[in-house]
Structure formats: structure tokens, C-alpha cells
């Protein structure tokens, strides 16, 4: 078996055929196609590097690696900079690539110049430079555009190791830096739809949790209403000495809660006194005997939906309790104070005995859950033998209304 060949071995062949003798510097640059051979071509005499001929090695090698590379690059080289670029970097410079050559970086330049001094002297001083994405503002085609670059100013150096000038290595970014902004607004824009959507949606379950609540409440109020139309002709028949007095008595009782109907429909408007909707609620059930209501409390404008209580609460004591035999009482206090804190305390006595209910329906719901977080508050319902206490605090703000 023949021993591998070693590594050097194959590296040497990597060079086989190719000529080890210096080959003619204007026939290589020729060689690089059409820009090489422009700068074969050109009267360098005519500037501060003098003819070609007569080039030092280290420009010579730079400049045959720029020839010969396809990535955009441009040297800067000598006391007045002068430009010497491949094929790839004539399009960075447009119209002006037809006159760039041996001409001094300020004359390329002249509209960037002074931003772009600042590197210059870095790179000159023998430090790298690189930028990503920086923007510049310059007129190659005849007209001021907003260009984005990525570049990298790299020292160069002469024969005796002096720093001469800096390659520049350079790509254009400006159009993939524009897709890149206009895919993040694109991004940003379509964030935003999906929130919006999301919004939309949240708006709609909520519409549509408030409808269903609505549903159960007319549901609820229309049972409760027959159910009270139901106790006040009972009771109406029952304490009458006649058909006459009953009647007489059933129409007015009748009357009064098709009152209070007015006050708590959402056509009495947006807000309504609160001591006007306690009297609207226990009126039709006090048959004469004032002393059976206390109510007491300052001015308090509530909507529709901060009242919802009230009603179920006076259903309540009708059905079941104070209202329920001719000798409870209902004893309503409310208050509020500057920071906008809100007690409503509903107090029965002297009527059934009372206890907890067994089963939780949307009644309770709407006076235990339902109108306490329309005041951002709690409620609290306890049932003594004496009769029924119902304390709500909470506050009141303009978003309440």
C-alpha cells in the first residue's frame, strides 16, 4: 500500500503550470476585463502617482487585487487620495464613473466629503473602519438620493511599511435597507390590524355577555313584575271590605308600579335621582301606611344600571319579605363622601321570618355580583330572623354614569 501523499505535497499541486517568472503589470490589469484595462490604460503621470511604469510593488499588488475582485472596491491612495476603483464599484458611483478615475477623493465626493473625513482620518491613522447600514445622501445620476451603505476603510500601505492610503471595500445596501424598513412597518402595521382585531372581538363577546345579561334581567323583571301584580291583587282583595274597595285599591296599586315601570326603563333617561327611584320602588307596596318606609341620603344621580338593585330588592321584600304582611318596614340609607365612596344600606324588619336562599339564581347574581361591579365595589346580604340586610359600597365616577 502507497503512503498518502502529505499535505504539501497537494498544496504544490495547486500551483503546477502556472508561471513563477514576473509577468508584464499592464497585461495582468488587462487581464482583469474591461476596468483593468482602464486603469492600464490611464495617464497616471498626470497625477501625484506618477506613470504606471514606474509604480511601487505594494500599490501594484493592491491594485491588481482590487482589478481583479468582484466585490465593489476603491483605493484611495497618496498624498491627494487618489481614486483608483474596479468594476464593481462603477455603479456606487453612477454618471460619475466615466471621470472618477485618478481624481482626488473631494472631487468624487464632493457632497459627503466632510462626513466622510472623520473615517478617512481613522483609516489613515492606521485604524480599520467599518460601518453597517449608514446613510448618505448623495447625487451619482444627477439627482440628491438617499443611499445606505455597509463599507470597511482598510490602511494600505507602500514599499516601507508607511501607511499610503485605505482600501475601500464597500456594498450597497440601500435597496435591501428600504425592504427591510418597509417589511418592519409592514410588521408594525399588521400588528396592529391583529390588535385591532383582537379589540373588535374582545368589544363583540363583551356586547354580546351584555346582551345576555339583558336577556336574563327582562326575563327576570317580567316574572318578578307578574309575581308582584299577582301579591299587591292579593293583598288588595284580601284587606278590602269590598269589590269595590278592591278594585279601587288594585287600580291604584296598579298604577303606581306602571310608575315605577317609567322610572326604571331606559327611556326615563341617562340618569335619575336615586332618592326618586327608592320612593318610585316602595310606593306601590306602602298601601297607605307611610311610617312602614324610611329612605334618607343626599342627592345621588345614578344611571339605569346602578338602580337595577333596587328593583330586585323591593320585588324581594314583596315576594318574601318586610313588604310580604301589613306590618314590616323598609329603612333605605345611602351616602357618599368627597372621594366619591358609595354606601347604600337597604335594612327589612317586622315582616316573615327570613333565611338564606337555597338556590342562586340571576336575581341574586345581579344584586350580589352583577350591580356591584358597575360601582367598582362589593356587596354584602346577610339574613337576621328580624328580616333581610343588603349593605353595597363602591364608588361613583363619571365612567359609572
Given at each position: 500500500m502507497s503512503e498518502p501523499s502529505s499535505p504539501g505535497m497537494r498544496v504544490a499541486d495547486c500551483w503546477a503550470g502556472f508561471p513563477?517568472?514576473?509577468?508584464?503589470?499592464?497585461?495582468?490589469?488587462?487581464?482583469?476585463?474591461?476596468?483593468?484595462?482602464?486603469?492600464?490604460?490611464?495617464?497616471?503621470?498626470a497625477t501625484?502617482?506618477?506613470?504606471?511604469?514606474?509604480?511601487?510593488?505594494?500599490?501594484?499588488?493592491?491594485?491588481?487585487?482590487?482589478?481583479?475582485s468582484a466585490q465593489p472596491m476603491c483605493l484611495w491612495y497618496g498624498p491627494e487620495l487618489t481614486t483608483i476603483f474596479n468594476a464593481g464599484f462603477a455603479p456606487i458611483l453612477g454618471k460619475r464613473a466615466d471621470d472618477a478615475l485618478?481624481?482626488?477623493?473631494?472631487?468624487?465626493?464632493?457632497?459627503?466629503?466632510?462626513e466622510l473625513v472623520p473615517m478617512v482620518r481613522q483609516a489613515l491613522s492606521g485604524e480599520t473602519v467599518w460601518r453597517g447600514n449608514m446613510p448618505l445622501w448623495i447625487t451619482r445620476n444627477g439627482f440628491e438620493e438617499?443611499?445606505?451603505?455597509?463599507?470597511?476603510?482598510?490602511?494600505?500601505?507602500?514599499?516601507?511599511?508607511?501607511?499610503?492610503?485605505?482600501?475601500?471595500?464597500?456594498?450597497?445596501?440601500?435597496?435591501?435597507?428600504?425592504?427591510?424598513?418597509?417589511?418592519?412597518?409592514?410588521?408594525e402595521s399588521l400588528g396592529y390590524e391583529v390588535e385591532n382585531a383582537m379589540r373588535l372581538l374582545r368589544e363583540r363577546?363583551?356586547?354580546?355577555?351584555?346582551?345576555?345579561?339583558?336577556?336574563?334581567?327582562?326575563?327576570?323583571?317580567?316574572?318578578?313584575?307578574l309575581a308582584v301584580i299577582s301579591a299587591m291583587v292579593t293583598?288588595?282583595?284580601?284587606?278590602?271590605?269590598?269589590?269595590?274597595?278592591?278594585?279601587?285599591?288594585?287600580?291604584?296599586?296598579l298604577g303606581a308600579y306602571a310608575r315605577v315601570q317609567e322610572v326604571f326603563s331606559e327611556g326615563a333617561g341617562p340618569e335619575t335621582d336615586l332618592a326618586h327611584v327608592v320612593?318610585?320602588?316602595?310606593?306601590?307596596?306602602?298601601?297607605?301606611?307611610?311610617?312602614?318606609?324610611?329612605?334618607?341620603?343626599?342627592?345621588?344621580?345614578?344611571?339605569?344600571?346602578?338602580?337595577?338593585?333596587?328593583?330586585?330588592?323591593?320585588?324581594?321584600?314583596?315576594?318574601?319579605?318586610?313588604?310580604?304582611?301589613?306590618?314590616?318596614?323598609?329603612?333605605?340609607?345611602?351616602?357618599?363622601?368627597?372621594?366619591?365612596r358609595f354606601i347604600f344600606d337597604w335594612r327589612e324588619s317586622g315582616g316573615p321570618t327570613v333565611a338564606p336562599p337555597t338556590s342562586t339564581g340571576f336575581g341574586t347574581t345581579l344584586i350580589d355580583r352583577i350591580v356591584p361591579s358597575y360601582f367598582s365595589g362589593r356587596a354584602d346580604r346577610t339574613f337576621a330572623p328580624e328580616g333581610m340586610h343588603y349593605v353595597l359600597e363602591g364608588t361613583i365616577s363619571p365612567s359609572d354614569d
Open positions: 513563477s517568472s514576473p509577468g508584464n503589470f499592464a497585461a495582468r490589469l488587462r487581464a482583469c476585463g474591461a476596468q483593468g484595462a482602464a486603469i492600464a490604460a490611464f495617464d497616471w503621470s501625484p502617482l506618477g506613470p504606471l511604469d514606474g509604480w511601487p510593488v505594494s500599490l501594484r499588488a493592491v491594485t491588481h487585487t482590487l482589478a481583479a485618478g481624481r482626488r477623493l473631494d472631487q468624487v465626493w464632493p457632497e459627503i466629503f466632510d438617499l443611499t445606505y451603505w455597509r463599507f470597511s476603510y482598510s490602511p494600505v500601505l507602500d514599499d516601507a511599511g508607511r501607511i499610503a492610503g485605505f482600501l475601500d471595500v464597500v456594498t450597497e445596501t440601500t435597496e435591501a435597507f428600504k425592504t427591510q424598513i418597509a417589511l418592519e412597518k409592514a410588521n363577546d363583551e356586547a354580546e355577555r351584555q346582551q345576555r345579561v339583558l336577556r336574563h334581567e327582562l326575563i327576570h323583571r317580567m316574572k318578578n313584575m293583598h288588595s282583595i284580601r284587606n278590602a271590605k269590598s269589590l269595590d274597595q278592591a278594585a279601587e285599591a288594585t287600580s291604584a296599586r320612593a318610585a320602588a316602595l310606593a306601590p307596596h306602602v298601601g297607605g301606611r307611610e311610617g312602614r318606609i324610611i329612605a334618607a341620603g343626599p342627592q345621588v344621580r345614578l344611571s339605569s344600571k346602578h338602580t337595577l338593585a333596587i328593583h330586585e330588592l323591593s320585588t324581594n321584600a314583596v315576594k318574601y319579605g318586610a313588604l310580604a304582611n301589613p306590618t314590616g318596614r323598609v329603612e333605605v340609607r345611602w351616602s357618599t363622601d368627597a372621594d366619591a
